[in-house]
């Protein structure tokens, strides 16, 4: 059956015109394809480093959770100093035991009064993390608050007394200052950096040193005598005080698995680790590496009790979220994410043929 089209086809007559719209579509089309290519070159000029400002706010949200912890009502009270500060400084050198005990002392006197200061402090840090006119002060001030957190609110983070990375070795809090060394602005240099912690001034080299003493420590410290212990890991998994009962119930479970095999665990721990801490100086490794340090970070967490942010005494998440923040920060970039005012879409995307080229 022939159609009317291709009748009027056949005696010469057009069958649509589709020249006037398509002329109307490309009018429409050419604005708004400036546009987009201006605001994608306005985005890459702001964001040199891609990915670096979401995890700034990540950051940001970190120290936000630190802060409503502080902000609770166990933390107004003496048990503050007495069970979390005081309680840590059990096996440290006299000089620092001593240092924090006199911190202690001041603070005790008006506890109230310093913890809504500390609460304080790390919500302004959170704050000023969440724009970028105050991004530098914040990184700058969180590095400087967390130093001095790290000496006289978790005594060095039991690097002194042999602890284990499962009960949160080296201290989160130190972990603040590190990541917020790493994503330190900076712009974008005349080669692309393999990842936002490579983008500063020490470069790759820098940063992957900084990765291999992190994790090299953490394998030095699990392969100790103490923490290879038979029973070192089922201890640590058994700390459930004032847990609510899921995350009892979890630890409880690990514990069990653990068994009396917490020689074996540790060694196989300590490997890994060391493979995480060298693998990040391999490109074809990187990626693998960081998807086990993030699941290594999580199983930290899940040892230190997710922190005690469930206990009402907990002050900070522990080192098991900020772990995996590193990793991100370490995530290998694309080779053409710095390229400005690219629409890789469009490069990639097959040509349309117009209606006029294909009658």
Same mark, same amino acid.
């Given at each position: 059956?022939?159609?009317?089209? =291709?009748?009027?086809?056949?005696?010469?007559?057009?069958?649509?015109?589709?020249?006037?719209?398509?002329?109307?579509?490309?009018?429409?089309?050419?604005?708004?394809? $400036?546009?987009? $290519?201006?605001?994608?070159?306005?985005?890459?000029?702001?964001?040199?480093?891609?990915?670096?400002?979401?995890? %700034?706010?990540?950051?940001?949200?970190?120290?936000?959770?630190?802060?409503?912890?502080?902000?609770?009502?166990?933390?107004?009270?003496?048990?503050?100093?007495?069970?979390?500060?005081?309680?840590?400084?059990?096996?440290?050198?006299?000089?620092?035991?001593?240092?924090?005990?006199?911190?202690?002392?001041?603070?005790?006197? +008006?506890?109230?009064?310093?913890?809504?200061?500390?609460?304080?402090?790390?919500?302004?840090?959170?704050?000023?993390?969440?724009?970028?006119?105050?991004?530098?002060?914040?990184?700058?001030?969180?590095?400087?608050?967390?130093?001095?957190?790290?000496?006289? @609110?978790?005594?060095?983070?039991?690097?002194?007394?042999?602890?284990?990375?499962?009960?949160?070795?080296?201290?989160?809090?130190?972990?603040?200052?590190?990541?917020?060394?790493?994503?330190?602005?900076?712009?974008?240099?005349? +080669?692309?950096?393999?990842?936002?912690?490579?983008?500063?001034?020490?470069?790759?080299?820098?940063?992957?040193?900084?990765?291999?003493?992190?994790?090299?420590?953490?394998?030095?410290?699990?392969?100790?005598?103490?923490?290879?212990?038979?029973?070192?890991?089922?201890?640590?998994?058994?700390?459930? =005080?004032?847990?609510?009962?899921?995350?009892?119930?979890?630890?409880?479970?690990?514990?069990?698995?653990?068994? +009396?095999?917490?020689?074996?665990?540790?060694?196989?721990?300590?490997?890994?680790?060391?493979?995480?801490?060298? @693998?990040?100086?391999?490109?074809?490794?990187?990626?693998?590496?960081?998807?086990?340090?993030?699941?290594?970070?999580?199983?930290?967490?899940?040892?230190?009790?997710?922190?005690?942010?469930?206990?009402? %005494?907990?002050?900070?998440?522990?080192?098991?979220?900020?772990?995996?923040?590193?990793?991100? $920060?370490?995530?290998?970039?694309?080779?053409?994410?710095?390229?400005?005012?690219?629409?890789?879409?469009?490069?990639?995307?097959?040509?349309?043929?117009?209606?006029? $080229?294909?009658?």
């Amino acid at each position: 059956m022939t159609s009317v089209a =291709d009748t009027q086809g056949s005696r010469g007559t057009p069958a649509a015109a589709p020249a006037p719209l398509t002329g109307r579509l490309t009018a429409v089309r050419s604005p708004w394809t $400036s546009v987009r $290519s201006a605001v994608r070159s306005a985005l890459a000029a702001a964001e040199p480093i891609p990915g670096r400002r979401g995890l %700034q706010v990540c950051l940001g949200l970190l120290w936000l959770l630190d802060a409503s912890l502080q902000y609770q009502p166990f933390m107004f009270g003496p048990g503050f100093v007495t069970k979390g500060i005081e309680s840590a400084t059990a096996g440290n050198p006299a000089a620092l035991v001593s240092s924090v005990t006199w911190a202690s002392q001041v603070m005790l006197r +008006h506890i109230a009064v310093y913890n809504a200061m500390f609460a304080s402090i790390q919500l302004l840090l959170a704050i000023g993390l969440f724009f970028r006119r105050t991004v530098k002060l914040a990184l700058a001030a969180s590095i400087i608050w967390a130093l001095s957190v790290w000496w006289f @609110g978790e005594s060095l983070g039991g690097i002194l007394t042999a602890t284990s990375p499962l009960a949160g070795l080296p201290g989160a809090v130190v972990l603040y200052a590190l990541i917020a060394i790493v994503l330190w602005p900076a712009r974008s240099g005349p +080669h692309q950096p393999a990842s936002v912690a490579a983008a500063r001034s020490p470069g790759n080299t820098g940063a992957n040193l900084l990765w291999l003493a992190l994790w090299g420590c953490f394998a030095h410290y699990l392969l100790l005598p103490a923490n290879r212990a038979p029973d070192a890991i089922t201890h640590v998994f058994s700390a459930t =005080d004032g847990q609510p009962r899921w995350v009892a119930a979890t630890m409880t479970l690990f514990a069990q698995a653990a068994g +009396h095999r917490g020689t074996q665990i540790s060694v196989v721990l300590a490997v890994a680790c060391a493979v995480v801490a060298l @693998g990040v100086f391999s490109r074809r490794a990187r990626r693998p590496v960081l998807v086990i340090a993030a699941g290594l970070g999580l199983l930290f967490w899940i040892a230190e009790g997710f922190g005690g942010i469930f206990t009402g %005494q907990g002050t900070d998440p522990n080192t098991g979220p900020l772990l995996i923040l590193l990793a991100a $920060s370490y995530w290998p970039m694309n080779k053409t994410a710095l390229i400005p005012g690219i629409n890789h879409k469009v490069c990639f995307r097959r040509p349309r043929r117009s209606p006029a $080229s294909i009658s």
